[in-house]
Each structure stands twice: as structure tokens, then as C-alpha cells.
């Protein structure tokens, strides 16, 4: 998923309850007729994320555009009750670090190993990992939170492992969301091709006190070596 622009600009349209949902069915129909984040691929593609990240398994939701119907399953399953009821902030917290970490710059799709070694995200089986993927994925990308769903969308990166070696993984499998650009906020903080804050090394006390005003959640990026 690319988010440039548009990913940071509109899921802040989508943080409103599923309040339709059927529980039998496992259905959560989403009324957004009329509403410009249904009007393209690539904001449908935002939205396809978005679910796929709250909801859980065999949980699909129906969304209604002008005259076309569109259906997103969930898997990762960090926000449930999202079928009833809006995200709390927790909660957005959590579905935007797994957003974030899913996000690939140039929009190819890569295979990551997704972890949690810490707040909400770590006590779900979908962040779980066994010992046979520890070892095929020991590249440590970085983590990612912050929160999108807000007016201002908040979104930060920390690097993992920062030698060359890990770098040259990064660039050969296109995930460059945690590498610095020339780009500064006016903070004078680097901003990453994802257009994230990147933060520094994950092991900063700096990153340690940012990530506490997301709830801890976050998400942590694993790769393969080749």
C-alpha cells in the first residue's frame, strides 16, 4: 500500500462505527454512499487495509458507492467491536501501527513477518510468531505507530537495525518507509518516502516516551535476509 497523500488525508474519514453490522452473517455493511474514499481505486484500497487490520477473520464488510457495491474482508482482527461501535483512541492507535508497518512505498507487495513486543498489539495470536518464521525473517526493519484516523494524522517510524547491511535489505526489498529522505518537519525531524516522522533508532529513550501517547501500540517489521 502507498500512502502518499492520500493514505494520511482520508482515514480519517473512515473511524465512524459499523453500527450495521450483522452478527450472525459476520457482516458489517458500511454506509458510505456518496462519500469520495468509495470514489477510487486507491482510496478503496486505504479503506480494503483498514478492514483487513480491525477486523477479524471471516468478518466481511459491504460498502454501497453511488451505484457499485464493494466488499473488504478482515484478518488481522486488532479492533472487533469496531462492527458496533466507533474506534476508541486505543484502538486507532492500534489499527495505525498496523497500517503503517503494512505500508510499501512504491505499493508492491512484500512478505514481512508483523510482531508486537509490547502494549495491546502484542496479546493477539495475529502478532504471534513461531520459531521456524523468527529464523527466516531476522532482519529488523523498525516499528510503526502513531494514529491516522485523526484530523492531523500522526505517523512515526524508528529504525531497527541501522548498519549498511541492513539498509541494502531494506532497499532490495523496496521498504524504505523507515529510511530518512532529505525532507524535515518543522521540528527539523527527518521524514521518511511514506512521508512518516522517523524518530531515530527504536532502542532511543525519545522513541520510548512517543510511542507511551499511542498507547504503546506498535508495530514491529520483520525480513528475510534474501
Given amino acids: 500500500m502507498n500512502p502518499r497523500g492520500l493514505f494520511l488525508a482520508c482515514v480519517s474519514c473512515i473511524s465512524m462505527s459499523l453500527a450495521n453490522a450483522d452478527e450472525e452473517r459476520r457482516v458489517a455493511v458500511i454506509d458510505l454512499s456518496g462519500s469520495a474514499l468509495l470514489a477510487t481505486e486507491a482510496s478503496r484500497s486505504v479503506l480494503d487495509y483498514v478492514v483487513q487490520c480491525a477486523l477479524p477473520d ?14 473488504f474482508r478482515g484478518a488481522m482482527g486488532i479492533a472487533p467491536d469496531w462492527r458496533a461501535r466507533a474506534l476508541t483512541n486505543e484502538e486507532q492507535a492500534a489499527v495505525s501501527a498496523c497500517l503503517l508497518a503494512r505500508t510499501n512505498a512504491f505499493g508492491v507487495p512484500v512478505q514481512i513477518s508483523l510482531r508486537s513486543g509490547e502494549g495491546p498489539l502484542a496479546q493477539l495470536s495475529s502478532f504471534a510468531t513461531s520459531e521456524a518464521e523468527r529464523r527466516t525473517f531476522p532482519v529488523f526493519e523498525g516499528a510503526f505507530f502513531g494514529n491516522v484516523f485523526l484530523r492531523t494524522p500522526h505517523a ?8 549498511g547491511s541492513t539498509e ?9 518507509c523507515t529510511l530518512p529522505t532529505e525532507q524535515r518537519t518543522p521540528e527539523g525531524r527527518p521524514v521518511s ?7 531515530g533508532r527504536c532502542d532511543d529513550p525519545d522513541v520510548k516516551r512517543i510511542k507511551a501517547d499511542f498507547a504503546n ?3 514491529e517489521v520483520y525480513l528475510p535476509i534474501e
Fill in 217 to 219: 501500540a506498535v508495530a
Fill in 168 to 176: 541494502r535489505v531494506l532497499r532490495r526489498f523496496k521498504r524504505i
Fill in 156 to 163: 512515526y517510524t524508528c529504525r531497527g537495525d541501522t548498519s
Fill in 58 to 71: 471471516g468478518t466481511t464488510a459491504e460498502a454501497k458507492y453511488l451505484d457499485q457495491e464493494f466488499q
Fill in 193 to 199: 518516502a511514506c512521508g512518516f516522522i522517523v524518530l
